[in-house]
């Protein structure tokens, strides 16, 4: 039986396929390709095509035998999220509805779904646990919060079981320096960083410097790619062993400000990348640092890439080796 990882040529997708490859796994990926990348993929079957489609979805399910889903197709930008909700809405919410339909009628009842420390907002107190509010703060963490309310009703109607993983901040790249972060146009911290350090942009923008936190740009919990790709096959394993829906954060519980991202960068790249202090951008949480107490006692997940010098090396070996992404 096959496990169908949606949205498995993108960015943390791409790093699940190759780690469910190394465990022998049967891969079926589907992608629309918009920001994933054929190139990025290590093996698997890949359909080409959009979750939303039912006479695509139908072949998918027909011409394999799905045991799981790993649930990755989505957008996930922040700023992006503030200017268009209507694009998120259309593809993170109603993409899943159409998913979760398609699952019902092929009786597929796993489901393991990429969800956000965007859904918490402001935390009430640091680091986050999964009981906490959620309230959040952009249109992003919203619809994957709606995402994962449906999973409930799903499974109180229809028995899918579901592993809700909420990422802090993905960042990194396989240790196989074969595939990494690769996202047009990007816009995320640590490989705009990068892009600086390798001359390809004469300075990075921080976004905000007036925030409640001790050097007042936004802090943040960085988890390396490979380590939240270990959480998704622990999640299947749980849910193969009729483990019960549930909810786990993905983070190192530490929290480093984007002045501090910085500054290891520099060390990192010897590069000295300079800095330009703008406007806050739309959305930002101040402070999101994660417990992951409960996802290491419950899941017997265990990262391996804890400290940040070591996920910017690996990011960094990524992008002096492919300044282009997977474009040559
Ligand atoms: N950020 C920044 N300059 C940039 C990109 C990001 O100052 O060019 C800040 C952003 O405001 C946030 C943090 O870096 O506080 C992490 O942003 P990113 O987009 O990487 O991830 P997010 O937290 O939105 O998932």
Redesign the pocket.
């Known amino acids: 039986m096959a496990i169908l990882v949606t949205g498995g040529a993108g960015y943390i997708g791409s790093h699940t396929v190759a780690e469910l490859l190394a465990r022998n796994e049967e891969v079926v990926i589907v992608d629309n390709l918009q920001q994933g990348h054929r190139e990025a993929l290590l093996g698997g079957k890949l359909y080409e095509g959009d979750i939303r489609d039912g006479a695509f979805m139908d072949t998918v399910f027909q011409e394999n035998e799905i045991e799981a889903v790993i649930h990755f197709a989505a957008h996930?930008?922040?700023?992006e999220s503030m200017q268009n909700p209507a694009k998120y809405y259309h593809n993170n919410v109603y993409g899943t509805l159409c998913l979760l339909e398609k699952m019902t009628a092929y009786n597929v009842k796993k489901i393991v779904f990429s969800s956000?420390?965007?859904t918490y907002g402001e935390p009430e107190h640091v680091p986050i646990l999964e009981t906490d509010r959620t309230l959040p703060t952009n249109a992003?963490g919203e619809t994957k919060l709606a995402m994962e309310k449906m999973m409930r009703w799903f499974d109180t109607a229809h028995q899918i079981k579901f592993v809700s993983l909420r990422y802090?901040?993905?960042?990194g790249a396989h240790e196989s320096g074969r595939i990494g972060e690769d996202h047009a146009p990007e816009?995320?911290?640590?490989?705009?960083?990068l892009q600086v350090a390798l001359g390809q942009r004469p300075h990075?923008?921080?976004?905000?410097d007036d925030y409640a936190t001790p050097d007042g740009?936004?802090?943040?919990d960085y988890i390396h790619v490979t380590d939240l790709s270990d959480a998704h096959i622990l999640a299947v394993e749980k849910l193969r062993k009729g483990g019960d829906s549930s909810i786990y954060n993905l983070g190192n519980g530490t929290g480093f400000s984007?002045k501090e991202?910085i500054e290891i960068a520099r060390k990192v790249t010897g590069h000295p990348i300079p800095a330009v202090m703008?406007a806050?951008?739309a959305?930002?949480p101040a402070t999101?640092v994660a417990s992951s107490e409960r996802t290491k006692a419950e899941l017997g997940w265990k990262p391996r890439h804890a400290h940040l010098e070591q996920i910017m090396e690996t990011a960094w070996n990524w992008h002096q080796t492919h300044p282009n992404g997977y474009s040559l």
């Open positions: 996930s930008l922040v700023g956000t420390a965007a992003y802090f901040n993905a960042a816009s995320h911290l640590i490989p705009i960083i990075i923008s921080v976004f905000g740009t936004c802090v943040r984007v991202v703008e806050r951008r959305g930002d999101l």
